[in-house]
């Protein structure tokens, strides 16, 4: 389907979708598009078209996507002078994070950033520490990636480190996450100019405001952004005031027409990320023998509801991670592990997590 877009426009395309721009000029997160590159939108995803002239483009729209156009553009005015405060900042490397609710925007504003900061030659690394809807690397996992060219999803980066949390939420893996953070940001900064760091949607508590202070003072930011919604809601902003003290912090403003997911479609991007990274699994048999077993929940409570299904982390003898699994059974006969995986190396450390996932690779409450 070929579809005309006056300048000034957006196109909204929500996914599963692809869309080509034909002819004309636009712009994606703050970079200019190349005509015949073909964009994938996937599922539970949004990405503004800005139209800079006239342009067309040829859409393909699968089962539940959608395109609308919009007057102006949806990238808020906030974002560029965001931009420029990361840009003037002389010290390098220089370190931003980003905190916001659900659906307020974090991934897309991390994105333009990048595109940004990537275009005018900075070398860049975005870490990822949203455990439940992680972009860089798999659920319950927390990475960092280097980015050299501008991207349109965070989703399509290869991750350069990953650390296995387990979970997929912070609310139970707090000091682990905390630990995975310092040692990324550790390695991520060694040779780049900016690190932008994402984190979760937990945001509404006491105990979130102290998370994200944990997470600030072993990042140490040198400015941290705030997204904040349109309309008479409370600052978020407001509610870390205290707990950034010593910390610069921005408000920037949420996208105005943010593609709002419910628990559901948010359990369904979690498991087409579990997806991608167990392409291709087949059921492996690892020998217990010179295999080293941790667990992220105490062993008697792994051993009370039982170890099957439970999402795993597999590493080799230097401790490098190699991907996830998930343990399927215990075969008593020839004392193995049987563990769903698309890792062809043979581990030398399991790391049991807190996630399940049936033979379909569906979250099991």
Not at 20 to 31: I, P
Not at 51 to 72: D, I, K, N, P, R
Not at 261 to 268: A, I, Q
Not at 282 to 299: D, G, H, N, Q, Y
Request: charged share 25%; with cysteine; aromatic share 8%.
């Amino acid at each position: 389907m070929i579809r005309t877009v006056e300048r000034g426009k957006t196109l909204l395309v929500d996914g599963p979708a692809s869309a080509t721009l034909v002819s004309g000029r636009a712009e994606v997160f703050g970079f200019t598009l190349a005509e015949s590159r073909k964009i994938i939108i996937r599922e539970g995803k949004r990405l503004p078209f800005h139209v800079l002239q006239t342009a067309q483009f040829e859409l393909s729209l699968g089962t539940g996507s959608s395109a609308s156009e919009v007057e102006g553009d949806t990238i808020p005015q906030s974002w560029a002078a965001a931009y420029s405060a990361v840009r003037g900042t002389e010290r390098k490397p220089v370190a931003v994070m980003v905190f916001g609710g659900v659906d307020s925007g974090k991934s897309s504003f991390c994105s333009y950033l990048t595109n940004r900061l990537v275009s005018d030659g900075g070398r860049v690394a975005i870490l990822d520490e949203d455990l439940g809807q992680s972009d860089v690397g798999p659920p319950a996992t927390i990475a960092y990636a280097l980015v050299t060219k501008p991207v349109t999803d965070l989703f399509n980066l290869k991750p350069a480190r990953v650390v296995f949390v387990g979970s997929t939420s912070p609310t139970y893996a707090v000091d682990d996450t905390v630990r995975a953070v310092a040692t990324l940001k550790t390695e991520a900064v060694a040779n780049v100019d900016f690190l932008v760091v994402n984190t979760d949607g937990w945001t509404m508590d006491e105990e979130a405001v102290r998370f994200k202070a944990c997470l600030a003072s072993v990042v140490e930011p040198d400015v941290v952004f705030c997204l904040e919604p349109p309309g008479p809601v409370p600052s978020l902003c407001s509610s870390f005031e205290g707990a950034l003290e010593g910390f610069t912090v921005q408000r920037v403003a949420s996208p105005p027409l943010v593609r709002e997911r419910d628990r559901e479609k948010r359990k369904s991007l979690r498991e087409l990320g579990f997806a991608k990274y167990l392409a291709g699994a087949k059921l492996r048999v690892v020998p217990l023998s010179f295999l080293t077993i941790e667990s992220k929940e105490p062993a008697e409570v792994t051993a009370k509801h039982g170890a099957e299904n439970l999402l795993v982390a597999l590493y080799d003898k230097q401790e490098r991670f190699l991907g996830i699994g998930v343990f399927r059974a215990f075969d008593y006969r020839r004392k193995a592990l049987k563990i769903q995986t698309a890792v062809a190396e043979t581990p030398a450390l399991v790391v049991f997590g807190r996630t399940r996932l049936d033979e379909n690779l569906r979250e099991i409450p």
